[in-house]
């Protein structure tokens, strides 16, 4: 046989066939992450891009902020930068979470083209990865944008002087990975679910909402509840993040009563024990949404769902 | 040789007697008619039937497709009540009274509603473009406000398994009270909301079939920056302005103010109309969105065919 991308003289890169491991992933996941900026992006104008990504951010803190100010008026001030955090980095958690899953169904549903991404050479899963980054990366801003309203707007103390640098960067990259991990479980059940799941990954995070300690201490929470929080990473992260952006404000870990202080015996965890804790659970929930989505992965496969589309 | 289902003179199909002028009320294709004129001029009598039957046929696939989904059961109906007891917290936390609690609960089951017309009524259309499917609507002999009515009559009992979930889970756990005196009243608006809303969504997908892209993100900003607005989680009332234009404007804003209102009665005056008020706001938005919908319908298909955007996809 004669291979026609071959020119005279030049030999056959073994490569070509075999994949080139690394680079190959790395290929794949920047065209994919290209890919999905682009489908995110070239609708419209930056400037309506921008409003559309950061409204829904900006309007689930607003929601909280005026939660605070009908009830506790004008002391509910002091608990704004609490709010205003937490309500920030779970616009991050959503966006992170819903990119692989709406992947998914859009590449399903509506494009049609799963099966072709899934029988090309590429790693399924560093595409999707890839795909999801874009949306990881609108969260981000829309978080930011949240903050700055928060400090410009809504009057919220902030130094830039006081952050702790250091734990702010551990943090954020720990919890990117989870909220990836996250996202790669999502994809898995929308792998083997009908197209009305496009909501699934808001509804799991919304449930999520309730034990991280987003907006409220985990210490009102029931001790069962507290303790799924304990476990959960999503809760290390926002505390760390917390920790970091304001030292010494209050934590949604621990508090007279919590169950943090009746395990631990301190009041609030140290900057270390949220890194600890955040690099165990993410551990955990990193290998096993990597056990999951295999299993998921098969079992779509086995039934064939990855060339499904459905109607509601 | 005559159409299939067409007899010719003196020659009954299958052995049939030549059918009479009106034909019956199934009557459709396939069945004997005198001439291909017969069977083209239904009367008003099979035109209903035939509408009737789109109805059910667009509502069937979501009823049908509850049962085929197990996952519905976590992720509708469970899930749902754990994100709206944050809310519940947020409050607990605060201290706030307890009608506060109720407030969040009806909000949360409202958002069901909600989400399902701005999910699967407003952009709808938009999908189906994508799936293929929207030419086939408006291909085929029937009024494609069928398709819109039940894609509603579907959404909302598909939706309703969610709020009474909430409603009812969230009641029970979180031992909210509600003190009720205008029974009627309430029932009344709360069946005036569902009409205004899933109005709203029809208004909305005729709007969506002209859209690309931008109908996905549209509908992203149908929901926290509308639940704000709306007062989900507060009296609306409190909005001030922003809060009057809501209730205004957004049938979301107005029903929930309303059996608030009617629902809690012990929570004095909130700032905003009476609930009869609220109804009869709800009586002209209901009568104005299914209204804009036909027309916008009608006019955005036209526009539609004209600038080819029918069949386009995935733009």
């Known amino acids: 046989m004669i291979d026609a991308g071959l020119v005279e003289g030049e030999r056959f890169d073994?490569?070509?066939?075999?994949g080139r491991g690394t680079i190959d992933?790395?290929?794949?996941?920047?065209?994919a992450a290209a890919l999905g900026w682009k489908m995110e992006a070239n609708w419209t104008d930056p400037v309506l891009f921008f409003i559309y990504s950061v409204a829904k951010p900006v309007a689930s803190a607003l929601i909280l902020v005026f939660m605070l100010q009908v009830i506790a008026g004008p002391a509910g001030i002091a608990l704004r930068p609490f709010v205003i955090v937490g309500s920030a980095?779970?616009?991050?958690v959503v966006s992170g979470v819903a990119g692989l899953a709406w992947a998914v169904l859009d590449d399903r549903e509506r494009y049609r083209m799963l099966k072709y991404i899934y029988v090309s050479p590429s790693s399924f899963i560093t595409i999707l990865l890839g795909r999801g980054i874009a949306r990881l990366a609108v969260g981000a801003m829309g978080a930011g944008i949240t903050l700055a309203v928060g400090v410009i707007v809504l009057g919220v103390p902030f130094n830039l002087g006081d952050i702790d640098w250091l734990l702010l960067a551990i943090v954020l990259v720990l919890g990117a990975v989870t909220i990836c991990a996250l996202a790669v479980v999502m994809a898995a059940v929308c792998l083997q679910t009908r197209q009305e799941s496009w909501d699934y990954p808001e509804v799991v995070v919304g449930a999520l909402f309730l034990v991280v300690g987003a907006v409220f201490p985990l210490s009102v929470l029931p001790l069962p509840l507290q303790a799924f929080g304990l476990v959960s990473p999503l809760t290390w992260w926002i505390a760390g993040v917390r920790q970091a952006l304001f030292p010494g404000g209050p934590s949604s870990i621990g508090g007279p009563g919590s169950l943090w202080q009746q395990l631990a015996g301190t009041l609030n965890p140290s900057a270390f024990e949220v890194v600890v804790a955040l690099l165990l659970s993410g551990a955990v929930v990193t290998l096993a949404s990597a056990i999951l989505f295999r299993s998921g992965e098969a079992r779509a496969k086995d039934r064939g769902l990855i060339d499904r589309t459905t109607g509601s | 040789m005559a159409a299939p289902g067409v007899a010719q003179p003196g020659l009954p199909a299958g052995g049939s007697p030549p059918p009479s002028a009106a034909p019956g009320l199934r009557a459709f294709v396939g069945r004997p008619t005198a001439s291909p004129q017969a069977a083209a001029n239904w009367t008003p009598r099979q035109v209903w039937a035939n509408n009737l039957h789109s109805i059910v046929g667009r509502a069937y696939p979501r009823v049908r497709g509850l049962t085929r989904e197990p996952s519905w059961i976590v992720f509708q109906m469970l899930l749902p009540f754990l994100t709206t007891s944050s809310f519940v917290f947020v409050y607990r936390a605060l201290d706030a009274p307890a009608a506060y609690i109720g407030f969040v609960v009806i909000g949360g089951a409202m958002t069901a509603f909600w989400l399902n017309v701005v999910w699967m009524m407003a952009a709808q259309l938009y999908w189906e473009k994508d799936q293929g499917n929207l030419e086939l609507y408006f291909a085929a002999p029937m009024n494609v406000m069928s398709v819109l009515i039940g894609m509603a009559v579907g959404g909302l009992v598909m939706s309703s398994t969610r709020a009474v979930a909430i409603l009812f889970i969230a009641t029970f756990v979180f031992g909210v009270s509600f003190s009720i005196s205008q029974w009627g009243l309430l029932i009344a608006?709360?069946?005036?909301?569902l009409a205004a809303l899933y109005g709203f969504g029809m208004m909305l997908?005729?709007?969506f079939v002209m859209w690309g892209r931008e109908a996905f993100h549209l509908t992203q900003l149908m929901t926290e920056p509308v639940y704000f607005v709306s007062g989900l989680n507060f009296p609306v009332g409190r909005l001030g302005f922003i809060g009057a234009l809501a209730i205004a404007l957004i049938p979301l804003a107005v029903g929930l103010d309303a059996m608030r209102q009617l629902a809690f009665v012990s929570t004095g005056?909130?700032?905003?109309?009476?609930?009869w008020i609220e109804a009869l706001i709800l009586v002209a938005m209901t009568v104005v969105f299914i209204g804009l919908a036909r027309w916008l319908l009608h006019s955005m298909e036209e526009r539609a065919r004209r600038e080819g955007r029918l069949t386009v996809r995935w733009r």
């Open chain 1, 25 to 31: 992933l790395l290929r794949s996941f920047r065209t």
């Open chain 2, 269 to 275: 005056p909130t700032g905003t109309p009476e609930p």
């Open chain 1, 89 to 92: 980095l779970w616009s991050f």
């Open chain 2, 189 to 193: 608006v709360f069946i005036l909301t």
């Open chain 1, 14 to 18: 073994p490569g070509r066939a075999r």
């Open chain 2, 205 to 207: 997908a005729s709007l």
